[in-house]
């Protein structure tokens, strides 16, 4: 079963750039893309990276550790060394706060 979360405040969702935040035990990150928000798992699916340490350029996150990207939209692998799609989450505004359905 899945469960909405409540996590930061939509004001602190950074523009062109990325945010991990807390939602149950689970370390997600939150993207600001073209006013939209979009949200993943904060660790690649390649190693021991966080993403919210990588670069993000238009709806691509660049991994920190070996450059890899992924579609923060879906969470597509979409360059080697990435074998595996990052998990992606539904998100929610409401009352001017983040929620992310894990
Ligand atoms: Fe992310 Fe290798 S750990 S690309």
């Not at 062109?16 to 993207?31: N, S």
């Not at 006013?35 to 660790?43: R, S």
């Not at 450059?67 to 923060?72: H, I, L, Y």
């Amino acid at each position: 079963t899945t469960q909405w979360i409540k996590t930061i405040a939509r004001t602190d969702v950074p523009e062109d750039d990325v945010i991990a935040v807390q939602a149950g035990d689970r370390e997600i990150a939150l993207y600001g893309v073209e006013g939209q928000v979009y949200a993943t798992d904060n660790l690649c699916t390649h190693g021991n990276a966080r993403l919210c340490d990588g670069f993000l350029t238009g709806h691509e996150i660049e991994c920190p550790l070996h450059q890899g990207r992924f579609d923060v939209r879906d969470g597509r692998a979409l360059c080697s060394p990435l074998r595996d799609n990052v998990a992606v989450y539904p998100v929610s505004i409401k009352d001017g706060m983040v929620y992310v359905e894990v």
